[in-house]
């Protein structure tokens, strides 16, 4: 029996976008490792290990140049409302994974600067934030993987607790800088990272909104909860 041309077409656009899906998924790991990286050089004061970090970010543009090439390929397909969504989805979630991986660049860069000073006790509150949100990340990749809107809603509500963690870190360092001048610069270090992590929370949460549009489409999401009261006055 030959095969008809309709379901050739039909069949090549399935095989382009598990190929776009599988490119997403390996930019989202490589952004999950350098996260990873950036937590451990924090640790380690390896200036060598940050510096490769920084050049890897490459690695990540180029494979969010390489979505936005094959998301216009299929686009041009003429794709129907569900493989639409697929396609927005892509772009968006795309642009989220390079802006995680250039806050792992940034923290870093900045873990070079920290280096400069003596050891502070408040990195392992800074790890136990960057653990939380690399468990955030992987698992919306997971979510996105499976076309999980279940998972992913729990992602999204996950993003209260990183809020909090981030909230508690940030007016501690606050507090040791006004207790030690001496601490000022290094802790500021800190803030900046410190927030990046919180950035990178919520691109992930924002990665989970994009499976749940890709399963659901224009269905409502419950309000998010936040909990950064860092602007907050009181």
């Known amino acids: 029996m030959s095969t008809q041309p309709h379901d050739h077409i039909v069949r090549s656009y ?19 490792a350098q996260l990873e990286a950036a937590l451990d050089v924090v640790d380690r004061r390896d200036d060598a290990a940050a510096a490769r970090i920084v050049a890897n970010d490459e690695a990540i543009d180029a494979l969010e140049a390489e979505v936005s090439h094959d998301v216009m390929k299929l686009a041009l397909r003429g794709p129907l409302a569900r493989d639409l969504r697929g396609i927005l989805a892509a ?25 400069t000073a003596p050891p502070l006790p408040h990195t392992r509150g800074l790890n136990a934030l960057g653990q939380l949100v690399l468990r955030q990340l992987r698992e919306v990749l997971d979510a996105y993987a499976a076309d999980d809107a279940d998972a992913a809603q729990r992602v999204r509500d996950s993003d209260a607790e990183v809020d909090t963690f ?4 940030f007016r501690e360092l606050l507090t040791y800088m006004m207790e030690d001048a001496r601490a000022i610069t290094p802790c500021t270090h800190l803030l900046f990272m410190a927030k990046n992590l919180e950035r990178i929370g919520d691109h992930a949460t924002n990665i989970a909104e994009n499976v749940w549009f890709l399963v659901h489409g224009a269905d409502a999401l419950p309000p998010r909860e936040k909990r950064d009261t860092t602007s907050v006055p009181g």
């Open 166 to 169: 981030y909230t508690g870190l």
């Open 14 to 32: 399935d095989e382009e976008s598990q190929r776009l899906s599988g490119e997403l998924l390996r930019m989202g790991r490589m952004a999950a």
């Open 91 to 115: 772009l968006r979630i795309a642009a989220d994974i390079e802006r995680i991986g250039d806050y792992a660049a940034n923290m870093a860069k900045r873990s070079t600067a920290l280096n």
